[in-house]
């Protein structure tokens, strides 16, 4: 893949300098020579809502940087059933560092477009550059976070407090505007109701209640089943029971 070089004297590749992942996600560690050498073994790709981007127990060869889109993470269990772990929006980082199989099945819960590069060009960047590890190890610790909060509310909310979370959790990652004091958002369900279920701990049915009561008590807006549309951010998150 050819890199065409800026025309400042930054030298950031053209591949890298609109995309949200040099911002703020890891790759904002790297210099502009990193990025160069990152852009010339990277490729970015779209992938269809649907499409296993990583399965469990597969070889891990390469990482990606989320650059648009919800992938879903889950694990399976023997008889088939499926736990839906987590979710990650743009611009995370998808993959485990050094681990050689993957623990988790990675799946693209919509639309997703993705910054690919190999397994050993990041692990050998992350050595050389302490940045890119730092940037790595937050994320992890953000994740181990959001874990905990996760188990909290699986075990202590109710039904209605954990849709609420899920929405907020929605909100704040995929309308670029519901920043933490946005006031309103707008934004598609990236799950279906069976996966948001599996998410919280529910059944499909008591999901369906609980946002056709949201709907009622005009918290939120629902159109198209799917679009979601919250005029007022503060009722929703009051309703979280944090």
């Known amino acids: 893949m050819s890199i065409r070089q800026d025309v400042h004297s930054s030298g950031i590749p053209v591949l890298c300098q609109s995309c949200e992942a040099r ?31 990583v399965g469990d127990a597969e070889t891990v060869g390469s990482y990606s940087n989320v650059l648009s889109g919800v992938v879903k993470l889950t694990k399976s269990l023997s008889d088939g059933r499926q736990q839906v772990v987590g979710l ?11 681990k050689a199989e993957s623990e988790i099945n990675a799946e693209a819960a ?21 940045g890119l590890e730092h940037r790595l190890l937050k994320q992890a610790l953000n994740e181990l976070d959001e874990a905990r909060d ?40 990236p799950l279906t109701r069976s996966d948001i279920g599996d998410f919280l701990g529910l059944t499909t049915e008591t999901v369906s209640r ?33």
Do not use: Y
């Open 88 to 98: 990650q929006f743009a611009p995370d980082f998808l993959g485990r560092p050094f």
């Open 23 to 53: 911002h703020r996600g890891v790759c904002g560690a790297l210099d502009a020579d990193q990025l160069v050498g990152l852009a010339k073994t990277s490729s970015k790709h779209q992938v269809e809502a649907g499409v296993e981007l």
């Open 210 to 242: 609980q946002l056709t009561r949201l709907r009622a008590e005009r918290v939120i807006r629902i159109e198209n089943n799917r679009h979601v549309i919250v005029d007022d951010m503060k009722r929703l998150e009051q309703r979280c029971g944090d």
């Open 110 to 130: 919509t639309p997703v477009a993705l910054c690919s590069f190999p397994k050993t060009v990041i692990e050998r960047m992350m050595k050389e550059s302490p």
């Open 150 to 189: 996760w188990i909290v509310m699986l075990g202590r909310k109710s039904a209605s407090e954990k849709v609420a979370s899920f929405l907020v959790l929605i909100a704040r990652n995929i309308d670029p505007a519901a920043n933490a004091s946005a006031p309103s958002a707008s934004f598609d369900l």
